[in-house]
């Protein structure tokens, strides 16, 4: 398998590891947004949110969580993104399930931002029928 990730999962590319576990590591974005932007990754690969289980999936934003309060601590700082991409135009990078960890401060080059769309009522109405009928 050609994954960064599973590379370094199994040591053949180094990595700033802050956390480990059976199941999951957490390490330092070689490319950061910010000083201590962490990814969580769990040991088993999985494409995406939608190839991932549950148990996995919930273990990981617990992870991620305990990660952004020790980055909150370590920094002294108070806000931070946790984000979670799934494909290329969400702007998923590596095809391996994995947790953004980003510490914001002010005046960061850091842009997550979209514009709203408008969208009419009766077009809610069917968006909202249609994300029910698929649950």
Do not use: W
Request: proline letters at 4%.
């Amino acid at each position: 398998m050609d994954c960064i990730f599973c590379k370094i999962l199994n040591g053949d590319i180094p990595s700033n590891k802050v956390f480990e576990n059976d199941n999951f590591i957490a390490i330092l974005d070689a490319f950061p947004a910010n000083e201590g932007h962490t990814l969580v990754i769990p040991k088993k690969h999985f494409a995406n949110i939608f190839e991932i289980d549950e148990d996995t999936l919930k273990e990981g934003y617990v992870i991620a969580k305990n990660i952004a309060d020790a980055i909150k601590k370590a920094f002294n700082i108070s806000d931070i993104n946790i984000l979670q991409n799934n494909g290329e135009l969400a702007g998923q990078t590596v095809n391996h399930f994995h947790i953004h960890v980003i510490p914001r401060v002010k005046d960061d080059n850091v842009i997550i931002k979209s514009i709203p769309v408008n969208i009419d009522s009766d077009k809610i109405k069917n968006i909202v029928d249609n994300i029910k009928s698929n649950l």
